[in-house]
Protein backbone atom coordinates (compact mmCIF):
# COMPACT_ATOMS: atom_id res chain seq x y z
CA UNK A 1 0.00 0.00 0.00
CA UNK A 2 2.01 2.54 -1.19
CA UNK A 3 2.28 6.34 0.41
CA UNK A 4 1.99 9.47 -1.09
CA UNK A 5 4.73 9.48 -4.01
CA UNK A 6 6.40 13.29 -4.94
CA UNK A 7 9.08 13.82 -7.42
CA UNK A 8 11.31 14.57 -8.00
CA UNK A 9 12.93 14.52 -4.40
CA UNK A 10 15.41 16.74 -5.37
CA UNK A 11 15.02 20.01 -8.21
CA UNK A 12 17.73 21.92 -9.20
CA UNK A 13 16.69 24.76 -11.36
CA UNK A 14 18.51 28.94 -12.37
CA UNK A 15 16.72 31.77 -12.37
CA UNK A 16 13.97 32.12 -14.86
CA UNK A 17 13.57 28.48 -15.41
CA UNK A 18 10.18 26.49 -14.80
CA UNK A 19 9.60 23.67 -11.99
CA UNK A 20 7.40 21.15 -12.39
CA UNK A 21 6.77 19.17 -8.99
CA UNK A 22 4.48 16.04 -9.38
CA UNK A 23 2.39 14.16 -6.41
CA UNK A 24 0.45 11.03 -6.54
CA UNK A 25 -1.93 10.41 -3.53
CA UNK A 26 -2.25 7.50 -1.80
CA UNK A 27 -4.47 5.03 -3.83
CA UNK A 28 -8.57 5.63 -2.65
CA UNK A 29 -7.55 9.55 -1.43
CA UNK A 30 -8.90 12.25 -4.26
CA UNK A 31 -7.59 15.07 -2.35
CA UNK A 32 -4.36 16.57 -2.56
CA UNK A 33 -2.90 19.51 -0.74
CA UNK A 34 0.58 21.69 -1.44
CA UNK A 35 2.47 22.94 1.50
CA UNK A 36 5.79 24.58 1.34
CA UNK A 37 8.34 25.18 3.98
CA UNK A 38 10.72 27.45 3.81
CA UNK A 39 14.15 27.26 5.26
CA UNK A 40 13.61 26.88 9.32
CA UNK A 41 10.05 28.04 8.90
CA UNK A 42 6.79 26.04 9.71
CA UNK A 43 4.60 24.15 6.84
CA UNK A 44 2.31 26.64 4.90
CA UNK A 45 -0.46 25.79 2.94
CA UNK A 46 -0.77 26.16 -0.52
CA UNK A 47 -3.89 25.11 -2.47
CA UNK A 48 -6.70 22.30 -1.70
CA UNK A 49 -7.80 19.99 -4.65
CA UNK A 50 -9.58 17.13 -5.56
CA UNK A 51 -9.54 15.80 -9.21
CA UNK A 52 -9.78 18.46 -11.46
CA UNK A 53 -10.99 21.33 -9.50
CA UNK A 54 -9.16 23.70 -7.57
CA UNK A 55 -11.07 23.87 -4.10
CA UNK A 56 -8.78 26.46 -2.35
CA UNK A 57 -6.04 28.49 -3.71
CA UNK A 58 -5.59 30.86 -0.81
CA UNK A 59 -2.18 30.15 0.07
CA UNK A 60 -0.78 30.14 -3.12
CA UNK A 61 0.87 33.60 -4.77
CA UNK A 62 -1.06 34.91 -7.23
CA UNK A 63 1.79 35.08 -10.09
CA UNK A 64 4.02 32.52 -11.48
CA UNK A 65 2.64 29.61 -9.17
CA UNK A 66 -0.37 27.10 -10.81
CA UNK A 67 -1.55 23.74 -9.63
CA UNK A 68 -3.76 20.98 -11.14
CA UNK A 69 -5.07 17.24 -10.75
CA UNK A 70 -6.24 15.96 -13.80
CA UNK A 71 -8.80 13.37 -13.87
CA UNK A 72 -5.58 11.05 -15.12
CA UNK A 73 -2.38 11.38 -13.83
CA UNK A 74 -0.72 13.34 -11.03
CA UNK A 75 -1.19 16.73 -9.17
CA UNK A 76 1.21 19.11 -10.58
CA UNK A 77 2.48 22.24 -9.38
CA UNK A 78 3.80 24.59 -11.15
CA UNK A 79 6.09 27.45 -10.61
CA UNK A 80 6.92 29.62 -14.05
CA UNK A 81 10.16 31.82 -14.08
CA UNK A 82 11.63 30.89 -10.32
CA UNK A 83 13.45 33.27 -8.51
CA UNK A 84 15.91 32.71 -5.90
CA UNK A 85 13.18 32.67 -3.03
CA UNK A 86 11.32 30.03 -4.29
CA UNK A 87 14.00 27.40 -2.77
CA UNK A 88 11.79 25.41 -0.32
CA UNK A 89 10.38 21.96 0.33
CA UNK A 90 7.64 21.22 -1.13
CA UNK A 91 5.34 18.73 0.50
CA UNK A 92 1.91 17.38 -1.11
CA UNK A 93 -0.21 15.69 1.36
CA UNK A 94 -3.61 13.59 0.69
CA UNK A 95 -6.70 12.56 2.74
CA UNK A 96 -9.64 9.82 1.76
CA UNK A 97 -12.70 10.61 0.29
CA UNK A 98 -15.01 12.67 2.37
CA UNK A 99 -15.03 11.98 5.97
CA UNK A 100 -15.77 13.63 8.64
CA UNK A 101 -12.41 14.48 9.74
CA UNK A 102 -9.32 15.81 7.69
CA UNK A 103 -6.50 13.01 8.38
CA UNK A 104 -3.83 14.16 5.70
CA UNK A 105 -0.72 12.04 4.98
CA UNK A 106 2.27 13.49 3.04
CA UNK A 107 4.86 13.05 0.55
CA UNK A 108 8.51 13.12 0.99
CA UNK A 109 8.69 16.29 -0.35
CA UNK A 110 10.37 17.69 -3.32
CA UNK A 111 13.15 20.03 -1.89
CA UNK A 112 13.83 22.48 -5.08
CA UNK A 113 17.00 24.72 -4.91
CA UNK A 114 16.99 27.99 -7.29
CA UNK A 115 20.45 28.76 -8.19
CA UNK B 1 -7.28 35.00 11.71
CA UNK B 2 -6.65 31.67 12.92
CA UNK B 3 -3.07 30.96 15.07
CA UNK B 4 -1.54 28.23 16.57
CA UNK B 5 1.04 28.80 18.86
CA UNK B 6 3.67 25.95 20.19
CA UNK B 7 6.22 26.13 23.12
CA UNK B 8 8.89 25.56 23.76
CA UNK B 9 10.45 26.28 20.50
CA UNK B 10 13.14 24.04 21.18
CA UNK B 11 13.99 21.42 23.83
CA UNK B 12 17.12 19.49 25.09
CA UNK B 13 16.62 16.63 27.25
CA UNK B 14 18.87 13.61 28.21
CA UNK B 15 17.50 9.90 27.13
CA UNK B 16 15.24 8.63 29.09
CA UNK B 17 14.08 11.98 30.43
CA UNK B 18 10.31 12.40 29.71
CA UNK B 19 8.61 15.69 28.12
CA UNK B 20 5.39 17.56 27.39
CA UNK B 21 5.12 19.40 24.23
CA UNK B 22 2.52 22.19 24.27
CA UNK B 23 0.18 23.44 21.45
CA UNK B 24 -2.64 26.14 21.70
CA UNK B 25 -4.71 27.57 19.30
CA UNK B 26 -7.02 30.32 18.76
CA UNK B 27 -9.71 29.30 16.10
CA UNK B 28 -13.14 30.08 14.24
CA UNK B 29 -14.01 26.84 13.56
CA UNK B 30 -12.59 23.81 15.05
CA UNK B 31 -12.46 20.30 13.85
CA UNK B 32 -9.87 18.30 15.07
CA UNK B 33 -6.12 18.43 16.10
CA UNK B 34 -3.33 16.60 14.43
CA UNK B 35 -0.11 16.11 15.49
CA UNK B 36 2.77 15.01 13.38
CA UNK B 37 6.27 14.07 13.54
CA UNK B 38 9.42 16.06 11.28
CA UNK B 39 12.86 14.50 10.85
CA UNK B 40 14.79 15.62 7.56
CA UNK B 41 11.85 14.74 5.79
CA UNK B 42 7.99 14.56 5.47
CA UNK B 43 5.77 15.30 8.70
CA UNK B 44 4.52 11.59 10.07
CA UNK B 45 0.99 11.08 11.09
CA UNK B 46 1.09 10.90 14.86
CA UNK B 47 -2.58 11.17 16.47
CA UNK B 48 -5.52 12.74 15.55
CA UNK B 49 -7.64 14.29 18.52
CA UNK B 50 -11.37 15.01 18.08
CA UNK B 51 -12.70 15.06 21.81
CA UNK B 52 -11.74 16.65 24.66
CA UNK B 53 -10.16 14.82 27.53
CA UNK B 54 -9.45 11.48 25.52
CA UNK B 55 -6.17 10.30 26.00
CA UNK B 56 -4.96 8.64 22.67
CA UNK B 57 -1.52 6.79 22.87
CA UNK B 58 0.72 5.10 20.76
CA UNK B 59 3.74 3.31 22.78
CA UNK B 60 5.37 5.69 24.65
CA UNK B 61 3.59 8.81 22.63
CA UNK B 62 0.38 10.17 24.00
CA UNK B 63 -1.57 13.32 23.50
CA UNK B 64 -4.69 15.01 24.92
CA UNK B 65 -6.89 17.64 23.97
CA UNK B 66 -8.39 20.80 25.89
CA UNK B 67 -10.93 22.50 23.60
CA UNK B 68 -12.38 24.47 26.62
CA UNK B 69 -8.93 25.93 27.10
CA UNK B 70 -7.80 25.50 23.78
CA UNK B 71 -4.92 23.29 24.16
CA UNK B 72 -3.29 19.91 23.14
CA UNK B 73 -0.15 18.61 24.89
CA UNK B 74 1.83 15.40 23.40
CA UNK B 75 3.93 13.54 26.08
CA UNK B 76 6.74 11.19 25.11
CA UNK B 77 7.89 9.04 28.03
CA UNK B 78 11.96 7.30 28.34
CA UNK B 79 12.58 9.34 25.38
CA UNK B 80 15.39 7.81 22.90
CA UNK B 81 17.69 9.35 20.04
CA UNK B 82 15.41 8.38 18.13
CA UNK B 83 12.56 10.79 19.22
CA UNK B 84 14.78 13.61 18.23
CA UNK B 85 12.42 15.68 15.58
CA UNK B 86 10.60 18.67 15.30
CA UNK B 87 7.21 17.69 16.52
CA UNK B 88 4.30 19.63 14.73
CA UNK B 89 0.97 20.40 15.31
CA UNK B 90 -1.92 21.43 13.45
CA UNK B 91 -5.29 22.35 13.80
CA UNK B 92 -8.00 21.92 11.63
CA UNK B 93 -9.86 24.79 11.43
CA UNK B 94 -13.01 23.16 8.99
CA UNK B 95 -11.61 24.89 6.33
CA UNK B 96 -10.13 21.83 4.65
CA UNK B 97 -6.30 22.97 5.32
CA UNK B 98 -3.73 22.32 8.41
CA UNK B 99 -3.02 25.43 9.84
CA UNK B 100 0.49 24.51 11.33
CA UNK B 101 2.54 25.68 14.34
CA UNK B 102 6.29 26.48 14.11
CA UNK B 103 6.80 23.38 15.77
CA UNK B 104 9.30 22.29 18.40
CA UNK B 105 12.61 21.30 17.61
CA UNK B 106 12.82 18.02 20.49
CA UNK B 107 16.61 16.90 20.97
CA UNK B 108 17.70 13.85 22.71
CA UNK B 109 20.99 13.86 24.16
CA UNK B 110 22.31 10.10 24.77
Known amino acids: NAGVMQNPRHLVRRRGQEARLRCSPM?????VYWYRQLPEEGLKFMVY????????ESGMPKERFSAEFPKEGPSILRIQQVVRGDSAAYFC?????????????FGPGTRLTVL | EDKVVQSPLSLVVHEGDTVTLNCSYE??????LLWYKQEKKAPTFLFMLTSSGIEKKSGRLSSILDKKELFSILNITATQTGDSAVYLC??????????FGTGTRLTIIP
Open chain 2, 27 to 32: VTNFRS
Open chain 1, 49 to 56: LQKENIID
Open chain 1, 27 to 31: KGHSH
Open chain 2, 90 to 99: APDFGNEKLT
Open chain 1, 93 to 105: ASSPDRTLYNEQF
